[in-house]
Nanobody, 127 residues
Framework: QVQLVESAGGLVQAGGSLRLSCAAS????????MGWFRQAPGKEREFLAA?????????YYADSLKGRFTISRDNDRNTVYLQMNNLKPEDTAIYYC???????????????????WGQGTQVTVSS
């Protein structure tokens, strides 16, 4: 069993930046691909970014992000991060981290590959 706990999100002005973190329990963190998703009110949950486990750290992003978000991980701290820059009001959503055992980063686009979800954290971007 893996538990994922996201850091608090918050309120940020448009154009600002925010870094989310997600801490995982357990001893096998490095073997999980980790990813970030979000869900805005009235919309489906969407994939944002993922990073492979092991030592490759290969990353994969949704095309819609256009380089504004960066995912990274620290296996020594069992933590995955999402650095979000140039935030826009349409980025307002609940953000979720996710873990998928032994998967590639690209495979995490498919939510059926996810083994564990965090509880979600609210990010609000004001105009």
């Amino acid at each position: 069993q893996v538990q994922l706990v996201e850091s608090a999100g918050g309120l940020v002005q448009a154009g600002g930046s925010l870094r989310l973190s997600c801490a995982a329990s357990g001893r096998t963190f490095s073997r999980y691909a980790m990813g970030w998703f979000r869900q805005a009110p009235g919309k489906e949950r969407e994939f944002l970014a993922a990073i492979r486990g092991g030592n490759t750290y290969y990353t994969y992003y949704a095309d819609s992000l256009k380089g504004r978000f960066t995912i990274s991980r620290d296996n020594d701290r069992n933590t995955v991060y999402l650095q979000m820059n140039n935030l826009k009001p349409e980025d307002t959503a609940i953000y979720y981290c996710a873990a998928a055992f032994g998967r590639t980063a690209q495979a995490m686009r498919d939510m059926t590959a996810i083994n564990y979800w965090g509880q979600g954290t609210q990010v609000t971007v004001s105009s």
